[in-house]
């Protein structure tokens, strides 16, 4: 009676801590944690800064189009022989105030400019891909541990399923030696299995404490006070998981026009393309326009008595020079720099050409692999439900035969220990398919979050 009050009083402070503990939490759903994560996701912000730096990069080659204008200011001094205003060498001191103004643009380059800032921009693309393949995988990681949590919590409700079939078991077992029908010994080993099962709820509940620490990590939540999530509706999940067993040809096929690596791996080909185009403009003559204006002030220190400088207006109207020019650049010869510039931007495309291949073949084999381990993940689920069903029946037989005194407190306790072995190997087996399903979907075009039921 007393080990009775006191499994009573275990389970009951159990619920009612686990209840205490409920009612501050706030309830995360894998959209929040995965909407969390993405926003304070360290390695995330640093594709988001390399995104940034690249719009930049585009930016300033496109400005690269402009004309320049360059502003100068000069100020010489002379002493002892050196040339007057007019040229003449004299022996004097004086100075010369000198400013102009002059710009030039690019006019024509092999076409270079053009083929750098598409080159640029498809980096630029690139980049957005890889910031949504490291959103990707962030995403699939917080997923893995949310679903870890719901199968750490099942595998607690198991535990405390067994606690009371243990408690029940004490009380049979008490009741049997009392008609004489079993030993007292059974008695001290029925409640010495209640203090193992004991242990395993513990164990049970810091497992799935554990749990939600690496989940709020993933997520990079500091405080985890009141923290838990949203556990969704299993039966729909799991038919939908079962509807999602598309063949590997047919997810391939959607994948591969839509996965991040392979969309950034085909801008990174054709940047290196237009690499190729731009290093080979240098074959091209280059014609550049440019304009320009300068003015001076001379003033001679040493002038002769009578003589004076002319005024800063004079001079100003009258040094003033203009000028407007064309330059045309021809290559003959620069020691095969150009040449070789352009087969190793040939060599880079073939090299971007093999880069895209195998993230291709990558991905298939990817596909391959998530399709095999959801369809392996999902017969054993459904064999694993099958053994759980027998052992519910084997133990409801067996109880029944122990309360009749027609079977031993062994067979009765093995049949309680291989009901548990199959209700954790379901629970398992279930969320192995879950996951493993919703990465066969994700494949497949599906959002994460869209997939996952939680109603």
């Known amino acids: 009676m007393a080990c009775r009050l006191f499994s009573l009083l275990f389970i009951l402070c159990f619920w009612e801590g686990q209840l205490t503990a409920q009612e501050g939490k706030k309830l995360w759903t894998?959209?929040?944690?995965?909407?969390?994560?993405?926003?304070?996701?360290?390695?995330?912000?640093?594709?988001?800064?390399?995104?940034?730096?690249?719009?930049?990069?585009?930016?300033?080659?496109?400005?690269?189009?402009?004309?320049?204008?360059?502003?100068?200011?000069?100020?010489?001094?002379?002493?002892?022989?050196?040339?007057?205003?007019?040229?003449?060498?004299?022996?004097?001191?004086?100075?010369?105030?000198?400013?102009?103004?002059?710009?030039?643009?690019?006019?024509?380059?092999?076409?270079?400019?053009?083929h750098q800032i598409k080159a640029e921009t498809m980096e630029w693309m690139a980049t957005v891909e890889d910031l949504n393949g490291a959103?990707?995988?962030?995403?699939?990681?917080?997923?893995?541990?949310?679903?870890?949590?719901?199968?750490?919590?099942?595998?607690?409700?198991?535990?405390?399923?067994q606690l009371e079939l243990n408690r029940l078991q004490i009380e049979q077992t008490q009741l049997l030696v009392t008609g004489g029908k079993s030993p007292e010994s059974d008695l001290y080993e029925a409640r010495s299995s209640f203090a193992q099962q004991q242990v395993q709820v513990t164990d049970a509940a810091g497992n799935l404490q554990l749990a939600l620490l690496e989940l709020?990590?993933?997520?990079?939540?500091?405080?985890?006070?009141?923290?838990?999530?949203?556990?969704?509706?299993?039966?729909?999940?799991?038919?939908?998981?079962?509807?999602?067993?598309?063949?590997?040809?047919?997810?391939?096929?959607?994948?591969?026009?839509?996965?991040?690596?392979?969309?950034?791996?085909?801008?990174?080909?054709?940047r290196s393309e237009?690499?190729?185009?731009?290093?080979?403009?240098?074959?091209?003559?280059?014609?550049?326009?440019?304009?320009g204006y300068s003015n001076s002030y001379y003033y001679n220190y040493s002038l002769a008595s009578g003589l004076s400088n002319a005024s800063l207006a004079d001079q100003l109207a009258q040094n003033s020079a203009q000028s407007i020019g064309l330059s045309l650049g021809i290559p003959l010869f620069n020691r095969m720099a150009t040449r070789n510039r352009v087969r190793s931007a040939r060599i880079q495309v073939q090299n971007q050409?093999?880069?895209?291949?195998?993230?291709?073949?990558?991905?298939?084999?990817?596909?391959?692999?998530?399709?095999?381990?959801?369809?392996?993940?999902?017969?054993?689920?459904?064999?694993?439900?099958?053994?759980a069903e027998a052992a519910q029946m084997a133990y409801a037989y067996e109880e029944q035969k122990y309360a009749a005194g027609r079977s031993n407190l062994y067979s009765f306790d093995m049949i309680r220990t291989r009901l548990a072995a199959a209700r954790s190997d379901l629970a398992q087996s279930k969320f192995n398919f879950l996951f493993r399903s919703r990465i066969l979907a994700f494949y497949n075009g599906e959002d994460l979050i869209q997939s996952f039921l939680l109603h």
């Open 30 to 114: 894998l959209e929040e944690c995965i909407r969390f994560g993405l926003e304070n996701n360290t390695v995330v912000k640093q594709y988001e800064l390399a995104k940034e730096n690249q719009e930049i990069t585009v930016e300033t080659t496109r400005f690269s189009r402009l004309p320049d204008l360059n502003a100068n200011l000069g100020q010489t001094f002379y002493f002892g022989r050196t040339p007057d205003r007019d040229g003449v060498y004299q022996d004097q001191t004086g100075s010369n105030s000198a400013v102009g103004i002059n710009t030039s643009v690019t006019l024509f380059n092999g076409f270079r400019i053009n």
């Open 135 to 161: 959103k990707e995988e962030l995403s699939l990681a917080i997923t893995g541990y949310y679903l870890q949590v719901l199968f750490n919590r099942e595998l607690l409700q198991i535990a405390l399923d």
């Open 216 to 270: 709020a990590q993933s997520m990079n939540l500091q405080d985890m006070e009141g923290f838990d999530i949203v556990a969704p509706f299993m039966p729909e999940c799991i038919q939908q998981g079962a509807d999602m067993l598309i063949l590997p040809e047919q997810v391939y096929t959607h994948s591969v026009t839509e996965r991040p690596a392979i969309k950034a791996a085909s801008f990174r080909l054709s």
């Open 274 to 291: 237009r690499q190729w185009q731009a290093a080979r403009g240098a074959y091209y003559p280059s014609l550049n326009l440019g304009a």
């Open 353 to 387: 050409e093999l880069m895209l291949d195998k993230a291709k073949q990558d991905l298939y084999k990817e596909v391959q692999q998530a399709y095999y381990r959801a369809v392996v993940a999902y017969e054993k689920y459904k064999t694993s439900e099958t053994a």
